[in-house]
């Protein structure tokens, strides 16, 4: 019956979905009432689980899939869960961290995506690596150097053999975190970071006696 009890504000429902840690108890959690959903959604940026074990997201074919249900095993209870993700479909998983899968699409865009919030975060696309800052790392100091432009035409090949790793780092900014993705490409002879909000790759160098 409506009026028997009063909601507690977005940002305290907020406050105690961050507490949660499986993913099921997220899911279940904003599943309770538009209100409850509406305070998930608010800090599905900040939330990631807990669980010791990943989910593990299998491939999927989309010419026999016209829904785009992923399933998505869980090693802990042995179960498999589908869930409607029309984001992952023509995208290659490089990886995952914290709840968060690595993607790269056909035009080389670089994103965080979270299966279950749903939230996305954005990179620089892979082809500002054919033009990034150099930072060559001397010691403890860094020093950024110049612009460098790599040649030759990466399209054909980027996905198979240019790139070659793609690494995922949470980081803790005080109240708050941010990731930073590192590349190793170029047959693991370069390294390259960037942040959200990034416009480009940031190139490192180390020299061989540092």
Not at 35 to 50: E, F, T, V
Not at 129 to 139: I, M
Not at 197 to 205: P, V
Request: charged share 20%; with cysteine; hydrophobic share 40%.
């Amino acid at each position: 019956m409506a009026g028997i009890w009063s909601l507690p504000p977005l940002d305290v429902i907020g406050d105690i979905a961050l507490k949660l840690e499986t993913f099921e108890d997220f899911i279940r959690f904003s599943a309770v009432c538009r209100s409850w959903n509406q305070a998930s959604s608010l800090i599905k940026h900040q939330w990631s689980a807990k669980s010791p074990l990943p989910w593990l997201l299998l491939p999927e074919n989309s010419h026999e899939n016209p829904n785009c249900v992923r399933k998505c095993f869980n090693i802990t209870n042995n179960k498999c869960y589908q869930l409607n993700l029309p984001q992952t479909f023509g995208k290659r998983c490089w990886g995952s961290a914290c709840g968060w899968v690595a993607m790269v699409d056909r035009d080389h865009n670089v994103e965080l995506f979270n299966p279950i919030t749903k939230a996305q975060i954005t990179f620089p696309s892979l082809e500002a690596t054919y033009k990034c800052a150099k930072v060559e790392l001397l010691g403890d100091d860094w020093a950024k150097i110049e612009d460098v432009e790599l040649k030759g035409d990466y399209s054909d090949y980027f996905m198979h053999e240019f790139l070659n790793r793609l690494i995922v780092i949470k980081v803790s900014q005080g109240d708050h975190y941010e990731f930073v993705i590192m590349l190793l490409y170029n047959e693991y002879k370069s390294l390259a970071f960037a942040r959200h909000g990034d416009q480009t790759w940031t190139s490192i160098i180390v020299k061989e006696n540092v």
